[in-house]
């Protein structure tokens, strides 16, 4: 595109090239406001708010606060992660959280307050790993047809835990999906201090497809696998 630009001005073969480059920043809004609500005949009516600021130390830290609720579910939470100089997708974050699981499909409610400490790497078009430590004080409540280990670990308790989670998400909405696929694998370990103790593994994979406008066919797949232990 240079060399096009200087033969219109009348450059021509063998003769020096002077040129100057500008360069003018445009400076991007670091805000950010998104308030979302849907429906559905199974859970109701789902409303989320997100604000945040991407650069708030002046480094590409990011801060975020979260809330979410649906009927009695509700959850809050207050995120704050830097990337990695050079590497954008890597990140290290911080995370303050509180309320209830929102996931109608787990065999039990929780209603836990507490902080975690992760590690994420990659993007999830590509694949995120993320590492995390979570320390929280919880209220568990199995549902009637949880498995006895869960059953058993009903009541408070203080949870302190390590998780990796593996996400491939290659929808065209995260929240409102018509056409893609996505999977995540989780595996829990708890026991590192505080007083549960079990190994959680979960897969989710989840397709959509849309065969007609404003049809879209969702097919869900869920596995769970848990176990507790206790220490000799």
Request: charged share 15%; net charge positive; hydrophobic share 35%.
């Amino acid at each position: 595109m240079i060399l096009q630009r200087a033969l219109q001005l009348g450059w021509k073969p063998g003769e020096p090239i002077m040129s100057r480059l500008i360069l003018k920043p445009i400076e991007r809004n670091p805000w950010q406001a998104d308030i979302g609500t849907t429906y559905s005949s199974m859970t109701g009516i789902d409303g989320n708010i997100t604000l945040g600021h991407r650069n708030v130390l002046g480094a590409g830290e990011c801060l975020t606060f979260k809330a979410q609720g649906r009927g009695s579910f509700h959850q809050f939470q207050v995120d704050m992660n830097k990337p990695e100089l050079g590497r954008s997708h890597n990140k290290i974050g911080l995370s303050l959280f509180s309320g209830n699981n929102a996931d109608i499909s787990s065999p039990w409610r929780q209603h836990s307050t507490g902080v975690s400490i992760y590690k994420s790497i990659g993007t999830t078009w590509v694949g995120q790993d993320r590492w995390e430590y979570q320390a929280a004080a919880r209220n568990f409540v199995p549902l009637a047809n949880a498995p006895l280990e869960l059953r058993t670990s009903a009541g408070e308790s203080f949870l302190s835990s390590v998780q990796y989670t593996r996400i491939v998400d290659r929808r065209d909405d995260p929240l409102v999906p018509s056409v893609g696929w996505a999977y995540k694998l989780f595996t829990q370990l708890a026991g590192l201090g505080g007083d549960v103790r079990f190994l959680r593994q979960n897969a989710i994979y989840q397709h959509n497809y849309s065969f007609l406008p404003g049809w879209v066919i969702t097919l869900n797949r869920s596995p769970l696998y848990y176990c507790s232990f206790t220490y000799e």
